[in-house]
């Protein structure tokens, strides 16, 4: 009798439940789609990661200047934007840089604006949403508002009218200067104007979080606040964090291209999407492909993150594993 | 009884706040409006009214999980009616909840070993032979096999999981547990098996519950004792049999007719009371006795006199014509 107890407490090890993340895991990879988006994903940000490497590899470096191969107007001698062998994308007219490598070293500046964004976002959204959601009552109501209040702000035109002075102000503390400063510039502005919808969602699922039988479980164990915060409700909103976070970074990689496609982001000579396409913009007619594959260079990792998000969605979806 | 009394409960009232825009009166659903009763050492007392009669918030309120608002609760000797929250703690462990949905007292992203071992790590017990074998003897307790210790609560049916929330209410061997309607929620079979549990489990180690319900057979069943709720006040109290078979408030005799016999001939022969109208809000109660506007013995003194709980016979009743 003991002994088949015995053995039955060894084998234990051997039945191993399938956690919340493994089934999502599972479900994820049924999704094709999904996983064509995410490996596209990768690719895209380890290839801006490891840009100066991809770079030798291909032979191409993003500061030369190939003036001899662009004819007396600027535009490159051979069709399509002068691809070639040596060039795979194409030259830039006027500077005669490669378009590829200008491209890999672009993305890393509009993929760390985005990162950072939605990561300070998201910390803040998350803080406050439990806080408010936790609480409720008074707290919940004044931190309600307050995030109306930024809400209602016309974020698009503070950010514009406020890029010149802010950057100007960044610069005379020392904090730091030229592109470092309008890089803190623009992810504080947008994560000051994109946290209160993270902390919207947040609030509301922690809202109906709370009302389950499990937290008063816990309240009747005796358990401390901060543990029912952090044990009980905080793993129970990591699937809406990923799939927000996966949803609003294409959101912001394309917020970043518009603010440096207007000249308020990093300044030339660094290079970023936005960049990349106001200077494509202005050859268009005489040279759409510059413009054709920098913009669909930008409309492939935007769709791309966008289809991982709606992946992930469909994958955590909360109902799914109550 | 001479038994030692664990809990005692006077005149507890819950009142919720309600929000009224047009005038500014503070208006309140009396939830639970005065409730009394003395909880023995390994005794069960039935709880049962119609649904929104105040059986759940007096449970939790019992447990403190709400702040009573007015009258008192003693526990072992202790008035812990205004007792906050670190001085709960400890308390906590001698008083525990079983819920009524086993799906929400669970929580998903936490296996069953970390949801049963909850109670020990909160309250700081180191159960001698370790956490893990604590565990696994409680889930073999309540008919679980433990080499399950590692799954999720999304792999059992919902008769496991009520097994699961009862595992983790009887960790710390608690004196007092509130019973939440622990069986609603189950299907007929599975409900027999949670009870017998629930039964044996509280004979083996003398725990004292509330046991709330609103289907009759289920707390004949399991009570020694039952009280019959309605909006919030305590029509009728006594020994489960005497309160099943010579039952003196109206609203108790209602009640119980309406309880089908398993027998056809008896079923078709049995007398229905239907009570007319519907339950009065808890917002605006009716004045004197709770019951007057749905009573069919209803006189004067019912609409302005509140009934006052009294000993008749085996029980105790809060009627002015009791039969």
Request: with cysteine.
């Amino acid at each position: 009798m003991t002994t088949s107890v015995e053995t039955s407490r060894d084998s234990e090890a051997g039945i191993q439940g399938r956690s919340p993340r493994q089934i999502a895991w599972s479900r994820f990879k049924r999704n094709k789609v999904g996983v064509i988006a995410a490996v596209i994903s990768i690719t895209l940000l380890s290839l801006s990661l490891f840009a100066p490497i991809v770079c030798k590899i291909l032979g191409i470096d993003p500061d030369t200047l190939n003036l001899d191969v662009l004819n007396t107007s600027g535009i490159p001698d051979l069709p399509n934007g002068g691809i070639s062998a040596d060039h795979p994308l194409g030259l830039i007219p006027g500077t005669g840089r490669d378009l590829l490598a200008q491209l890999l070293y672009g993305s890393r500046m509009s993929f760390m604006v985005a990162i950072l964004t939605t990561f300070t976002s998201l910390t803040i959204g998350l803080f406050v949403g439990i806080i408010g959601g936790y609480f409720r009552g008074r707290v919940d109501n004044s931190i309600g508002r307050f995030t109306d209040f930024i809400l209602a702000f016309p974020a698009f035109f503070m950010i514009v009218a406020l890029s010149e002075p802010v950057v100007k102000r960044i610069e005379s503390t020392g904090i730091a200067q030229g592109n470092s400063a309008r890089i803190i510039f623009l992810v504080f502005f947008l994560s000051f104007f994109g946290w209160p919808g993270f902390s919207r969602l947040i609030r509301s699922q922690i809202l109906s979080l709370r009302e389950r039988d499990f937290v008063t479980a816990a309240e009747a164990m005796g358990a401390k606040r901060s543990r029912v915060i952090l044990k009980e409700l905080l793993p129970n909103v990591w699937a809406p964090v990923i799939v927000v976070a996966s949803l609003s970074l294409p959101g912001y990689l394309a917020a970043e291209a518009v603010f440096s496609f207007l000249g308020l982001g990093v300044q030339p000579p660094a290079s970023t999407w936005g960049i990349l396409l106001s200077n494509a913009s202005r050859y268009v007619t005489v040279m759409p492909s510059f413009f054709l594959i920098t913009a669909g260079s930008l409309v492939i990792v935007v769709l791309a993150f966008n289809l991982v998000g709606d992946a992930l969605r469909d994958a955590l979806d909360p109902r799914a594993d109550r | 009884m001479s038994k030692e009394i664990i809990l005692s409960v006077t005149d507890l009232t819950k009142h919720f706040p309600v929000k009224k825009s047009k005038d500014r009166k503070k208006a309140v659903v009396k939830a639970v409006d005065g409730i009394s009763f003395d909880l023995h050492a390994g005794e069960t007392l039935g709880l049962v009214g119609e649904s929104g009669c105040g059986k759940t918030t007096a449970g939790r309120t019992i447990l403190k999980l709400t702040e009573p608002t007015s009258g008192s609760i003693v526990f072992e000797g202790q008035d812990i009616t205004k007792f906050k929250h670190g001085k709960m703690t400890s308390l906590r462990a001698q008083m525990q909840i079983i819920f009524q949905d086993p799906y929400s007292a669970l929580n998903p992203r936490q296996t069953i070993g970390k949801i049963i071992s909850a109670p020990f790590e909160i309250q700081g017990v180191n159960p001698t032979g370790g956490v893990k074998n604590a565990v696994q003897s409680l889930m073999e307790r309540v008919g679980l096999n433990p080499e399950h210790y590692n799954r999720y609560p999304h792999e059992f049916s919902g008769g496991q999981r009520q097994r699961i929330g009862i595992a983790r209410a009887i960790a710390l061997k608690p004196r007092f547990i509130v019973a939440d309607e622990p069986v609603s929620a189950l299907d007929v079979s599975i409900q027999a098996q949670v009870i017998n549990l629930l039964d044996d489990l509280q004979r083996e180690d003398g725990i004292s519950m509330v046991f709330i319900a609103h289907d009759l057979s289920v707390v004949q069943h399991i009570s020694d004792r039952v009280a019959v709720m309605y909006l919030g006040k305590v029509m009728e109290i006594g020994p489960t049999a005497n309160l099943y078979h010579s039952s003196h408030h109206p609203y108790t005799k209602a009640l119980l007719s309406a309880v089908p016999q398993p027998d056809p001939r008896s079923e078709k022969s049995r007398e229905r009371i239907i009570l007319s109208g519907d339950l009065p809000s808890p917002i605006n109660p009716p004045s004197g006795c709770v019951f007057n506007t749905r009573c069919w013995k209803a006189q004067d003194k019912c609409r302005t006199e509140v009934p006052q709980l009294v000993q008749l016979g085996g029980t105790q009743v809060a009627c002015h014509f009791p039969e």
